[in-house]
């Protein structure tokens, strides 16, 4: 309908440039114009019949609009509009067509009856059906360019017929196969780009500079797009949440998010699996369509290793592609025994019991010092008879040892200046972890308040003394110790925050006063008509501090039947918290740990010395150990302006799991000075993605045509996409002039424009 009107496909007058091909100039015009209406205006006034003046007016306004328009559509007429616009040689240009060969394009969700693969759909729309000629739309681009069918997956390759297409390639790389046909046929007369996909682009989207590179040939991308935009069962992960590292057999917290369609209000079984293994299973209650939703699930880490930890959703009925259902992360579990410092300064039930919760667990060691009289403190497990042998250290690397400190009953004049800024130092720049229980000398009753560490401590506390009390009080989770692995007792959230109300009442508790912005109450205290915060948790610097008010979680213990854990595990995952997140001297991270359909990985490491100052004269490498046992030497370089931090590139060309041990030292030989190691795993997997975020992505397709020049088709236009392509400044190409004095639109605007007014005059007896 638009070219019976207008005479020529949209693109003419999209792509075209509007010029006047009469001799005179464009001002003679303007003035003609403006002299036309003045007269016309003069002369319709005069000639209305006698009314009232704004009748009279209103009338006069509509005959002269529509006559001025008349005339100054037939002065621009006389002036001989046309339109140029760039238009492609025939047969002397290049039209490359790619086509989509991936695994997505195997799904049957194309055609009328929606049973149809997309790859056969794309074939159909190239070559149309069996049996009738000249049907597709690569006939029509034949028959006026010269055309290059590609395959698309990772990159791209010619293929004689588009029947030959498979779908069943691994990956799609939209950008790379992008730029390697640009930089292929750089020196070719390419005129534009024909891409049939369902838009599953797997590296992340088209980047700036394969934009830019089809902007400077002015290379127009038509796109043609497959598949469903939107699913109508199914259910779909988005990404899963996990620590990276974790401590043997310690409680990890992961948060997964996924979303469904056609399947809301219903429920299915989260569950996390090791291997075989199953871990972790939880019932879950599906949200409305379309929306993500993320769930919170626990699980034990196990022993020491890398693992390979699977999220999944079980299938549901109906369900379009299961596929999609799993989701998989890489965590290293190590080994390695946390030291934590406990310092006491009284005797008391407290210290007996959190050290013997300590003992039970092989991921722990407490080395603790009590003081039992003024001058005198008692030391158990320390590794050397010197440790500790001078009371608390003061110096750096004596008390940067310790990944987590603990401080009992003791006043902050107990501590030098000196030592009080050490344990500033021990949380700001070794990132340790530092907890403050109550006791009849902490906290406000100590001196804290008003000592320089005061801002270390998650509340503000308390002005004076008398905050510490030697009376009954319960304990009770808030929103925020529900979801922490910390406070974490039983597995099922609610009946966890039950658990913790039936705990046996605490003889005494302490007034920590108010938590301080950004700090997390995990836990409260109901003390008689009061509620006042338990445990108080906050970041500060590289580390974390906490605050436990009171002394008495022993009488869960000792109150508890016999066997009950609740006690123990508290406290085991209360000190894995305290140090086992506490970082070493070098610290690597990998840009991610699960390359899909890439080897490609940027490694960073930041290293720091004995006393944790950052080393940026250190020597980096990276020992990476792959599958078959393959293994590499990678250097790292230092990062400019970011002293200490080092990082390099590597390709991992194999799939499978891969593990780095980064190590960093000083000087050369024997002489050199070992900084220390950290161990990343990582893992390549191809094929994963295509199952993931399989409706068409016409976002994308749209996107990708409109900053390039081309367009979006649909299935219903694309009999005119070999007619319309050849509007391009691409390849060899010539401007041409299309006049359009004889469009059929001009004659109807005219006769409309007549008749209109005719009929006007008629009516209101001006003729």
């Not at 140090?579 to 720091?608: F, K, Q």
Request: without cysteine; charged residues 25%; neutral net charge.
């Amino acid at each position: 309908m638009f070219e019976f009107l207008f005479k020529y496909p949209t693109p003419v007058f999209t792509k075209g440039k509007l010029v006047l091909l009469g001799a005179w100039p464009g001002w003679v015009l303007l003035l003609l114009i403006v002299t036309a209406m003045v007269g016309l205006g003069v002369l319709i006034w005069r000639a209305m019949p006698a009314a009232s003046p704004r009748l009279r007016s209103w009338r006069a306004l509509a005959v002269w609009s529509l006559q001025a328009l008349l005339v100054t559509l037939i002065l621009i007429l006389l002036w001989q509009p046309a339109m140029t616009v760039a238009e492609l040689k025939s047969q002397q240009n290049i039209i490359a067509v790619l086509v989509d060969d991936s695994r997505s394009m195997a799904i049957a969700d194309s055609g009328t009856d929606k049973r149809q693969t997309r790859e056969a759909e794309a074939v159909k729309a190239l070559e149309g059906r069996a049996g009738e000629a000249n049907r597709g739309i690569l006939a029509g681009l034949e028959r006026r360019f010269q055309t290059r069918v590609y395959r698309m997956d990772r990159g791209v390759a010619r293929i004689p017929r588009a029947q030959d297409l498979q779908p069943t390639a691994a990956a799609t790389h939209l950008n790379d196969a992008l730029k390697q046909v640009v930089q292929e046929t750089a020196d070719l007369p390419v005129g534009a780009i024909v891409l049939l996909s369902d838009g599953a682009e797997n590296t992340g989207g088209i980047e700036v500079d394969t934009l830019n590179a089809l902007r400077n040939r002015r290379l127009p991308v038509h796109t043609i797009g497959f598949g469903k935009e939107q699913a109508s069962h199914d259910v779909e992960m988005d990404g899963a949440t996990v620590g990276a590292k974790a401590m043997a057999n310690s409680r990890m917290k992961a948060s997964v998010s996924f979303h469904q369609r056609g399947y809301s209000g219903g429920r299915t079984a989260l569950t996390v699996r090791d291997g075989d293994k199953l871990l972790a299973s939880r019932d879950v209650a599906l949200g409305p369509d379309g929306v993500m939703q993320t769930e919170t699930i626990f699980f034990n880490a196990g022993a020491a290793g890398v693992k390979t930890i699977r999220f999944s959703l079980n299938p549901l009925p109906r369900e379009e592609s299961i596929v999609n259902n799993e989701t998989s992360r890489i965590v290293n579990v190590t080994d390695d025994r946390r030291r934590i410092l406990y310092v006491e300064g009284e005797p008391r039930w407290e210290y007996k019991f959190i050290r013997r919760a300590a003992d039970d667990d092989k991921g722990l060691q407490i080395v603790s010092m009590l003081r039992t009289t003024e001058n005198k403190i008692y030391r158990q497990g320390i590794g050397d008879p010197k440790e500790l042998q001078d009371g608390f250290p003061v110096k750096a690397e004596d008390l940067f040892q310790y990944d987590g400190i603990i401080l009992g009953s003791v006043e902050a004049g107990y501590f030098t200046p000196k030592q009080q800024e050490l344990l500033r130092e021990f949380v700001d720049r070794r990132g340790g972890g530092l907890l403050f229980l109550g006791g009849r000398f902490a906290l406000a009753d100590g001196g804290w308040a008003a000592s320089s560490l005061a801002d270390l401590i998650p509340s503000f506390l308390p002005n004076g003394r008398g905050s510490f009390h030697r009376d009954p009080a319960t304990a009770q989770l808030t929103p925020a110790g529900m979801e922490s692995v910390v406070t974490r007792l039983v597995d099922d959230p609610a009946k966890n925050a039950d658990r913790w109300k039936k705990l046996p009442y605490m003889m005494d508790y302490q007034d920590a006063g108010t938590p301080k912005p950004g700090a997390t109450v995990l836990a409260e205290l109901n003390a008689g008509r009061s509620r006042l915060p338990l445990l108080v948790t906050e970041s500060y610097g590289r580390g974390r501090t906490a605050v436990m008010a009171t002394s008495g979680t022993w009488r869960w213990q000792m109150s508890s039947a016999l066997g009950d854990p609740s006690h123990d595990l508290f406290w085991q995952q209360m000190l894995r918290w305290l140090g086992g997140e506490s970082p070493g001297h070098v610290v690597a991270s990998a840009s991610s740990e699960r390359l899909l359909d890439d080897d490609r990985l940027h490694l960073t490491a930041t290293v720091r010395d004995r006393q944790f100052e950052l080393a940026p004269d250190a020597q980096v490498v990276a020992h990476v150990i792959g599958p078959q046992g393959d293994s590499a030497i990678v250097d790292l370089t230092p990062v400019a302006n970011t002293p200490g931090t080092f990082e390099a590139n590597w390709s991992a060309e194999k799939t499978g799991a891969y593990v780095a041990d980064v190590s960093a030292h000083r000087g050369q030989g024997a002489a050199g000075d070992d900084l220390g190691h950290d161990l990343l795993a990582f893992e390549r997997t191809d094929g994963i993605a295509e199952g993931f975020h399989t409706d068409q992505n016409r976002e994308l397709l749209q996107k990708l045509s409109s900053e390039t020049g081309g367009r979006y088709w649909s299935f219903d236009d694309l009999a005119r996409l070999p007619a319309d392509i050849s509007y391009s400044e691409a390849g060899i190409s010539v401007r041409d002039t299309k006049e359009l004095w004889n469009m059929p639109i001009v004659f109807l605007v005219m006769l409309g424009l007549l008749s209109g007014q005719w009929l006007l005059r008629r009516t209101w007896g001006v003729i």
